[in-house]
Every structure is written in structure tokens, then in C-alpha cells.
């Protein structure tokens, strides 16, 4: 079992061939435009859902951060979906590779930093160094905000690795500790696969959670530049 602990988060292969990116091409399958009249029920809560999720995370925003709306909902879909679909037998979770939230993570916190030094340079600037700072502080502050600016791309993408890494290694461990018990307590063996039920109800939940987090803080981060 230790030997096969990472096995889920190997990138899979076809006839040698990595084939990550037809994984992460999948999910856009599950969201269908349609050009009907009335759509069906799939369709109305998947739109339902978006628009709730729209409203919630741009009301905060004025018009040049509003027209990030289709990338940051394009965002969660993408992450929500993925994260998902990994939690299938024998999938494959492309939102475990930190290579992977790293080129999610960086493009999205550069734009929003580009874009507050291009309309906001003097509120963009004035973050480094606080109103009041006594003098002997201002080259450590300065230094430590710039440390922390640069942190905030890899803060974004350990977070969603390190999430979504735990709870598939709970699970794989907790499954293969039930199907060890089977052979030694019965009882024992049903409180784990109780367990294993429920922190697999959890994990949906994560799933879903980190896709949000992780878009609302850019957004945020976006807020703060617009």
C-alpha cells in the first residue's frame, strides 16, 4: 500500500504519451451552451448557479473589475469541475500538481498587479511603505511588503495543492486501512468505512470550497488593484 500512496497523483500516460491535457479539456464538457427556449433542468441550475456566483463575487467591483467577470467565472468552473471529477475512482486530479496552480496562480496575481500600477501607481506604491512608519523602519517595511506581495501567487497555489493532496491521501489511506480490517474486525472494519464515507462527503465540500477560495482571493487581490 505505502508503494501505491502516490500512484493517484502521477501524471497519467497513453502509449507514452502524457495526456494531462485532454484531462483538463474534460470538464468543459459538463457545461453545454444551449440555444433553446426553455432549457432543461441541468442547464437552469448550472445557470442559476452561475448567476448566484456572479453576484457574490463582483458586486464589490467597479466597472474595469467587472470585465474580469467571465475569467474568474470561467475560473471557478474550471477548478470546482476538476476537483470533482478527481474524486472518482481511478481519475486523475490535474489540481494536485502545484506545476499546474502555479501557471493558474501567477498570470492571474501579475495581471492584477500590472493593472494597479498602470491606474493606481500612487495607491500601488503607497502599500509598501504605511502612513506613519517612523524613518529607521522604512527599509525593513519596504522589504518585508515586497516579500509578502511576491508571496501571494505561491500562497495561492500551495493552498489548493496542499488541500486537495491531504484529502485524497486521507481517503486512500483510510480505504486501504478498511479493507485491512475486513479480515481482522468486521466491527472495526464498519466504523472505518463510516469514516471513509463521510470524509468523502467532506471532500466533495473541499472541492467545491478551494474553487471558491481560490478565485475570491483573486478577486480580492483584484479589488485592491482596480
Given at each position: 500500500m505505502n508503494e501505491n500512496l502516490f500512484a493517484s497523483f502521477i501524471t497519467p500516460t497513453m502509449m507514452g504519451l502524457p495526456i494531462v491535457v485532454l484531462i483538463?479539456?474534460?470538464?468543459?464538457?459538463?457545461?453545454?451552451?444551449?440555444?433553446?427556449?426553455?432549457?432543461?433542468?441541468?442547464?437552469?441550475?448550472?445557470?442559476?448557479?452561475?448567476?448566484?456566483?456572479?453576484?457574490?463575487?463582483?458586486?464589490?467591483?467597479?466597472?474595469?473589475?467587472?470585465?474580469?467577470?467571465?475569467?474568474?467565472?470561467?475560473l471557478i468552473m474550471f477548478i470546482g469541475s476538476t476537483n470533482l471529477l478527481g474524486l472518482l475512482p481511478y481519475s486523475f486530479t490535474p489540481t494536485t500538481q502545484l506545476s499546474m496552480n502555479l501557471?493558474?496562480?501567477?498570470?492571474?496575481?501579475?495581471?492584477?498587479?500590472?493593472?494597479?500600477?498602470?491606474?493606481?501607481?500612487?495607491?500601488?506604491?503607497?502599500?509598501?511603505?504605511?502612513?506613519g512608519t517612523p524613518l529607521p523602519l522604512i527599509p525593513m517595511l519596504i522589504i518585508i511588503e515586497t516579500i509578502s506581495l511576491f508571496i501571494q501567487p505561491m500562497a495561492l497555489a500551495v493552498r489548493l495543492t496542499a488541500n486537495i493532496t491531504a484529502g485524497h491521501l486521507l481517503i486512500h489511506l483510510i480505504g486501504g486501512a478498511t479493507l485491512a480490517l475486513m479480515n481482522i474486525s468486521m466491527t472495526t472494519a464498519f466504523i472505518t468505512f463510516i469514516i471513509l464515507i463521510l470524509l468523502t462527503v467532506l471532500e466533495f465540500a473541499v472541492a467545491l470550497i478551494q474553487a471558491y477560495v481560490f478565485t475570491l482571493l483573486v478577486s480580492l487581490y483584484l479589488h485592491d488593484n482596480t
Open positions: 483538463i479539456m474534460f470538464p468543459s464538457m459538463l457545461f453545454p451552451s444551449t440555444a433553446r427556449l426553455i432549457n432543461n433542468r441541468l442547464i437552469s441550475i448550472q445557470q442559476w448557479l452561475i448567476r448566484m456566483t456572479t453576484k457574490q463575487m463582483m458586486t464589490i467591483h467597479n466597472k474595469k473589475g467587472q470585465t474580469w467577470t467571465l475569467m474568474l467565472i470561467s501557471g493558474m496562480a501567477i498570470p492571474l496575481w501579475a495581471g492584477t498587479v500590472i493593472l494597479g500600477f498602470r491606474h493606481k501607481t500612487k495607491a500601488s506604491l503607497a502599500h509598501f511603505l504605511p502612513q
